[in-house]
């Protein structure tokens, strides 16, 4: 069975940091792109930043670049989000998602995505 368990979310204040992981297990993700999505309260679940299979091309949402950073471990099939710069419009529940295909770039919409975590919760306070 395969899951993506995410984890390291919490609360945090503003100006503040948080790593989030993702590990992956049931098969390995080494060959595909992953990507984490965001979904605040009463909001669509939104694109936040994707990596393909070797971890050399990124892409980010505008709304976190400069601020985010995505990277992965094929060795240990986990990937991870560093979030620095935290602010309150960054609270969310944050879902790790994996492309089933192997080696195709990835989109930034959500139904792209084959596999998804049950998802982490991220609070910023002001």
């Known amino acids: 069975q395969v899951q993506l368990v995410e984890s390291g979310g919490g609360l945090v204040q503003a100006g503040g940091s948080l790593r989030l992981s993702c590990a992956a297990s049931?098969?390995?993700?080494?060959?595909?792109?992953m990507a984490w999505f965001r979904q605040a309260p009463g909001k669509e679940r939104e694109f936040v930043t994707k990596?393909?299979?070797?971890?050399?091309?990124?892409y980010y949402a505008d709304s976190v670049k400069g601020r985010f950073t995505i990277y992965r471990d094929n060795a240990k099939n986990t990937v991870y989000l560093q979030m620095n710069s935290l602010n309150p419009e960054d609270s969310a529940v944050y879902y790790c998602?994996?492309?089933?295909?192997?080696?195709?770039?990835?989109?930034?919409?959500?139904?792209?995505?084959?596999?998804w975590g049950q998802g982490t919760q991220v609070t910023v306070s002001s």
């Open positions: 049931g098969r390995t993700f080494s060959t595909n792109t």
């Open positions: 998602a994996a492309e089933q295909t192997s080696y195709v770039s990835g989109t930034m919409y959500p139904g792209s995505y084959d596999y």
């Open positions: 990596i393909n299979w070797s971890g050399v091309n990124t």
